[in-house]
């Protein structure tokens, strides 16, 4: 990788991929996009464009400037916000993603795409979801992830593009707060129990769901994207998990750092009707035989260091 393309750079994933690629391969070689959302300083330390992956010609012109070889393309509605406005879901995870692949194409580039385990559906098996499986997902939001993981298939098998991807579980971080997805609560949970002492979690108690602290689901990403091509086999939408745990679980796991805390429940039905259909836990024996994944984060360690680092946040912010 000489230079890299980072979409979506102002989201909760990209916001945070950006710094560690560019502590990696240098500032300066890695370029962040953002759409419309203003990016923090952080982001700003380092060269930044805005960039609306749906414009082909905006996206052909920068990558062409930056001489660009690598997309880390991250640029997506996520699936509640997907739930809410169908077409521009399409419009952005699908035709966003084919101008990306038409231009590495041309460029003969790499690209690497986020699925996720919205890609699943009510016919997936729950426990264990195999790394090939049935497919067959009732949101927006999931439709575009399995149409993305045959399009860069597609691309690879038919025109050479480097594609590779993961299916990401539900992603936890402290940094940038998420925006629209099903999993949020897991996020959303810290920052209420230390300003409030309570949280309404709009899922169910028992709701299970796979779940990744965001260092390892950005280590995944750096780590897939330097494996030897001879070594993959699926390359595309490789199962990644590191834990599954209910609301109830992780409310447990909080008392024990926060004893008074008080978990409450008011279920969104949308949410909750998505998670029903998402994987108690993938089987990632694929990531971890293809090229050594294993993740570094348990749920006793991710409530520790989220509740630190949130604290930490919230002080400095005046919120504390």
């Keep these: 990788m000489n230079r890299i393309l980072v979409t979506g750079a102002t989201g909760q994933i990209g916001s945070e991929l950006t710094l560690i690629l560019r502590e990696k391969y240098g500032k300066e070689k890695v370029i962040a996009t953002g759409r419309k959302t203003r990016p923090g300083d952080k982001l700003l330390d380092g060269p930044f464009n805005f960039l609306d992956c749906t414009d082909k010609k905006s996206l052909e012109k920068l990558v062409k400037e930056e001489n660009i070889d690598t997309i880390y393309h991250l640029a997506a509605i996520l699936s509640a916000a997907a739930e809410e406005n169908p077409p ?52 927006m939001y999931g439709v575009t992830k399995v149409a993305g993981e045959l399009l860069c298939d597609y691309y690879h098998t038919r025109y050479g593009v480097d594609t590779r991807g993961l299916r990401y579980p539900g992603i936890i971080s402290y940094i940038t707060q998420p925006g629209g997805g099903t999993t949020d609560y897991a996020v959303e949970i810290f920052y209420e129990a230390l300003k409030q002492g309570s949280y309404t979690c709009p899922l169910r108690p028992d709701t299970m769901l796979d779940m990744m602290y965001i260092p390892d689901a950005l280590k995944a990403a750096v780590d897939l994207m330097e494996v030897p091509p001879d070594k993959l086999k699926h390359r595309n939408a490789f199962n990644v998990t590191a834990m599954s745990f209910t609301p109830e ?43 050594g994944w294993a993740p570094e984060y348990d749920m006793e360690a991710v409530v520790k260091d989220m509740l630190e680092k949130i604290e930490q946040k919230l002080k400095e912010m005046g919120e504390l």
């Design 249 to 291: 679980t992780i409310a447990g796991e909080i008392r024990k750092h926060l004893p008074g805390f008080k978990i409450e429940y008011q279920v969104d039905p949308v949410k909750q009707a998505i998670a029903d259909t998402w994987p108690n836990y993938m089987d990632d024996t694929a990531a971890r035989e293809e090229w």
């Design 88 to 139: 521009q879901a399409w419009d952005i995870n699908i035709n966003g993603l084919y101008n990306v692949l038409e231009v590495a194409r041309e460029r003969e580039g790499a690209v690497f795409v986020p699925s996720s385990i919205g890609a699943f559906g009510p016919g997936t098996p729950l426990d264990g979801t195999p790394q090939e499986t049935v497919q067959r997902p009732n949101t």
